[in-house]
């Protein structure tokens, strides 16, 4: 990611390997629908910055567990992470042609494959949680219990229906950040809960304090993308830059202005490392995440 951020980039070095592997190890090539097969791999595999999977193994080493333990929660979570992004880029929604760089999916399938594929990458998701990995019968319903939340009618989905909803509606700043504290925050702070769920430890303080980190950082993740969106072009984002005011979308930026959202970045950034303040250079990867987020160009 960059030499600025040493244990954060040894994480990554770590951890992307295995993800990658197990991603493409346990997304199937050959189904009952080899298009639907090749549709969920190709929104799966395009790359990313896999921010979400580093959470889980960040907060699983917090833990003090090894990094296999992180496997199966880090690939169920970049699944759910994947299919959303698919559904997000459906003409029905944002209605992007543009994805990391590449054709979204249902401009390099169709609408319909990219739909199924979507479907199909969240039930894998859950199935990867309730059958792979080495995990007590306790540890999976947890870890799918909190996944289902997270991702479901009082999680992302319902983040997704508001963003929807205000579209060309002026909103307060409460709104925006309770919005984006479903569509983007639920998904961030599960990754760190379903972490410290694999490592299987009996730690509350623990847990507590991860909670809180992913929370401050889930919202300076969103505000970081809409300071991008304004101030980045097509290119450098990998997507299409300009979408929100293409869709009349509040933004911190378009409520805030660009120097109080790139503050109200800086102390939420602040805010998550303290949260793990306590817990020495064994919280240095997580921490310069969260700074990795805010410093970040794409």
Do not use: W
């Amino acid at each position: 990611m960059s030499n600025s951020f040493p244990a954060l980039d040894t994480l990554r070095t770590t951890c992307i390997n295995r993800l990658e592997t197990s991603l493409d190890q346990l997304l199937p090539e050959n189904t009952a629908a080899s298009r639907l097969s090749q549709a969920m791999r190709y929104a799966a595999l395009s790359g990313g910055k896999r921010i979400r999977p580093l959470l889980v193994y960040g907060a699983t080493t917090l833990a003090g567990a090894p990094l296999a333990k992180a496997d199966i929660p880090a690939t169920a979570v970049e699944l759910i992470h994947a299919y959303s992004l698919v559904h997000d880029d459906l003409p029905a929604m944002d209605d992007d042609d543009l994805r990391r760089g590449q054709p979204t999916c249902h401009k390099a399938f169709d609408e319909a494959t990219a739909i199924l594929a979507g479907d199909t990458l969240h039930t894998r998701a859950f199935e990867l949680l309730a059958c792979n990995g080495e995990f007590r019968a306790d540890t999976r319903i947890a870890m799918i219990r909190q996944l289902s939340q997270a991702s479901g009618a009082d999680g992302m989905a319902a983040g997704q229906m508001q963003d929807m909803q205000a579209h060309g509606q002026q909103q307060t700043v409460a709104a925006l950040e309770e919005m984006h504290f479903l569509k983007t925050g639920r998904l961030i702070t599960v990754s760190l809960q379903l972490g410290y769920f694999a490592a299987e430890i009996d730690d509350p303080a623990l847990l507590d304090a991860l909670t809180r980190f992913g929370d401050a950082v889930g919202l300076a993740f969103q505000i970081q993308d809409d300071i991008l969106d304004v101030t980045m072009d097509t290119e450098q984002l990998g997507k299409p830059s300009g979408s929100d005011e293409k869709h009349a979308k509040s933004t911190f930026p378009s409520l805030l202005g660009l120097d109080a959202s790139r503050e109200r970045a800086r102390l939420l950034c602040e805010q998550a490392q303290e949260a793990l303040a306590g817990y020495g250079e064994r919280a240095a990867p997580l921490q310069q995440l969260a700074q990795y987020i805010i410093a970040r160009n794409h």
